[in-house]
């Protein structure tokens, strides 16, 4: 079932919608400073949960990913964005 549609923004590590529920994801911008520029998407809750995706961006940019169809974190989905990177948004739907 699907239930909201929309962005989450966070300017820190943490949780994408509520911690522990199905979620997908279908998009992620980050904007890396000038010395941090990696994105980890762990499927958990906290940041030693279990890596699914990890990217590298360009340094002083916005970085984007897609996935068409999103991708499914059946344990929640923790963005591990690392302590330089300034922000991070993200388009989610809960299931």
């Not at 994105?39 to 068409?68: F, M, P």
Request: charged residues 15%; aromatic residues 10%; negative net charge.
């Amino acid at each position: 079932m699907v239930g909201d549609i929309g962005s989450h923004y966070l300017a820190a590590d943490g949780a994408v919608g509520v911690a522990g529920k199905n979620v997908r994801i279908y998009s992620a911008d980050w904007l890396s400073d000038g010395t941090a520029r990696d994105l980890v998407l762990r499927n958990g809750t906290v940041d030693t949960a279990t890596i699914w995706i990890q990217s590298t961006g360009v340094i002083s940019k916005t970085n984007h990913l897609e996935w068409a169809g999103g991708l499914l974190f059946p344990g929640g989905a923790f963005f591990d964005i690392g302590s330089a990177v300034s922000c991070v948004f993200s388009v989610a739907v809960e299931l």
